[in-house]
């Protein structure tokens, strides 16, 4: 399995997701520059996190207007599995390649911390080998990640089992406390209805080494597991 | 001549005769103005230079000492640290929210110069008391700066430290910091010492935005300052961020000879240091640099401090190459001109030769003679000691509700400390920041310390405090110290009695340095840090930049307790010396001893800590310092959600403390750790070996804070409702106007 991580001008998490790609879990992957970007050259790809084109506008819509995404469209049409983290989720988004909307955090400030996320589906290509209801310990860092979406869109993203994540406190539960945005839902992460392409405020590259993490964890690896299956 | 002659200068007649003779001619406005920046105190340090030569620079880590853009230290494998402190408190002051963000992205610049990876921010923040309103707008919105500007750069600001007093009412004190990863085969330094190299300079256009922001930075804070607004640079993060990528780059291609920020005193400041460093000259032309705005006067053009810009030198064959990765990356350049040996630096406009003036002229300012008096002391009469507190529970509640104590989670909640996948202990979890080198067992932890208070108290001990604080603090993580950086922040030093201080805080700070064999590898000083209606100077306050190693990402260690049943071990005795404690702040008691710094204690309890941590002993280690013990085993308590019971009587001390001494006074040397019990002993033993008084004190229990004397309770909570009132004060103080 060969992967991509695509680098758009201002991208800051593509070094980061890249080391855990190649130095941890050994997958044979190429940081690619978005206007070298072609589908038919890898079996999977990552939107990473950080300021595409400094947030510009809006978080994520001119990176959405890159030929890059219509490449990944291309990706997601051909049930390859693309990973938007953070900033690649707001880009998954606002290509609507994914529903709903990443709004300013309810705090109205930047949030970087380790919060609780629940696996809600292991129906996807990313969850498969996890339980659901597992309790995953993986930091945010964002200003823009509460995700909201009209009632119908919700009623569909429940339905069609496309709640992969959702923020919950110490205790597993659906709280405001544990709910660090204010996220419709607590919604973290959600998956398309062909459930191959996947976007997740959380970073998992950043809980991938248990030196990284205040809890001695890698959860994150959980999820990035997937790209090592073909 | 210029069109523009109504620029005040800041130049001495005296100064203004000395240009004159040393070229020979009358300069002309342009070369006045440019002469005028470089000499003024931010870019000469014509008041400082002399007594910074006391610092200690040598050190067997010391790859380049003080004088370019940034210190760096050898951690061994090739791998080499950059780091530097600097101050952008004028600019914050006037425009909190661009003024601090440009502040970040100058210090990026720095580092990056030396062919080295920004990977971790720092910020020292001193505001007034947050009853204000005024210091509430100045808090909050250079904390949005630095977030908003350093998370989008893709660095991690990784540690810090803020203090609130009414002396920085008006005068904020906004310094940060950067440290960067590099080889030591690839450094470089800002120097042109290749005639015929071309010179590039990239990135963001010049504009009208910063003229004389350094003479701006070398006056006192007045109302007319609010006109300065515009001496204020804007900063532009995601053109950094490229700038960042596309400068490293470069430098991989081995066609870049040097590589230069353009910071304070703009393409003035930068071309004359980059070309008496490499002893050549320069010939350049101002009509194809990229401007922002019509009809600039090459006044303005060599003078704009404009945000995001480098300059670049590069061999001719390698021109190509390097053009095509700013192209690649979206960055604006102009070929600008080239490096010359004639030693002076020349500017055309208009095909005219507009500027030919040595660069060594501009670099090397004349110094300036001040007198150091010390202050005289306004009332000598004893007071008697207050009473020892009735409720010496409430009193530790009240100090965890202090700014100065309370949670900073309000600050680095705001800030990505995550990014660059290094940061192995985060902001509050420890006594410094630890970044660990990807693919190697080696990290460096990384602090900045000061407390305004004692140093204005007693500026040769409250500085050589500030030394031993910051080192105890990357120790208490497992770090060995090697190497410091500072940032001098003081009022006038025309004024004797500030010039005084600032000659104790230099030697306060020699001493604890050449005591603890721990060189400085750079520093930055910034006066006229006062109030011009009040005629008040800030308190003495010089930002002390630790860097430590650690050679074992096995032995890194917090604060938190771990354990319930572990034993809990003072390193390092207690004297009386509450003045300016952080106890005495709040009963607003004026007198009393600050701490003595004494470098022998020191070495003994540090030592101590580093051979403990290195054989596996400790569980946590916490220094104790601003609030004194009752605070740091509150801390440590509340990071690891479990309780205590200590008698204060095994604390070690001196003879003649009084309880009161013994829970707050903020003495130096000393430690709190934990051990598993059977482990205990050895630890004792340990400090004993290295000449550091020690005792077990109490054990880790499972839920309440418990302090007693003897058999007698002295203070007793809960350590929820401790948590609860340390983590809301700030948010609290920051509700209303």
Redesign the interface.
Known sequence: MKTAVIQF??S??D??IF??LK?VLQIETDLV?HTNFKAEDYDGAILP???S????LRAGIIAAHSPAIDQVEIMAQEGKPIIGICNGFQILIESELLPGALLSNQTR?????WVNIKVETNNTDFTRNISEGTILKI?I?H?EGRYTIDPKGLKDLRENDQIVLRYVDENGNLTKIGNPNGSMDSIAGICNNDRNVFGLMP?P??A??K??S?FSSSDGLKILNRFVHT | MDERSTIKLNLTQKEIKEAQIRLGREPNETELGMIDVMWSEHCSYKSSRKLLQKLPKEGKKVVVGPGYDSGVVDIGDGDIVAFKVESHNHPSAIEPYNGAATGIGGIIRDILCMNCRPVGLLDSLRFGNLQSSHSKWLFQNVV?GI??YG????IPTIAGEVEFDESFETNCLVNVGCLGFGKLKDLKLGRMDNPGDIIILVGGSTGRDGIHGVTFASRVIGEESELDRPAVQIG????K??AIEATLEALRTGKVTAVKDLGGGGLTCALSEMSSKGNSGLEIDLNVIHVREGKMTPYEILLSESQERLLFTVIPEGQRKVLEIFE???LSYSIIGKVTHTGNLVAKYNGRIIVNIPAKLLTNSPLAVRVAKKPKIKSKKSISRPAIPSNISKTIFHLLQTANIASKDII??????????R??L?PG?SDAAVL?L??KNKAVAIKADCNSVHCFLDPYNGHASAVAEAARNVVATGAEPIAITDCCNFGNPENPNVYWQFRQAINGMSYMLKGLKIPCVGGNVSFYNEDETTGNAVKPSTTIVMLGLIED?KLITNIALKRTGQSIIMIGKTYSELGGSQYYRLIDFPKGKPPNAVVSRENASIRSIIEAIRNGYLTAAHDCSRGGISITLAEMAIKGNLGLKIDAKLIPRNIKVRIDDLLFSESNARFIVTTPKPLARKVLRLARKNGAPAAIIGEVSSDNYEITWGKKRIAWNSIDQMRETWERAIPEAMVGP
Request: glycine share 12%.
């Open positions: 001008p201002g800051n998490c070094l980061d080391h855990v130095d520059w996190g950080g300021f084109y400094g947030d510009y400030t930047f949030i970087c911390k930091p860092a200003a970073h590259e950043r991938s080494e030196i990284l205040p | 949005k977030a908003d998370n989008c750069t893709g532009d993060p995601f053109v961020k490229l690649r990356w979206g680095y909640r705001q800030y990505d400390h995550e990014v660059g996948v940061t192995v985060k979890d660990r990807i693919g990402l």
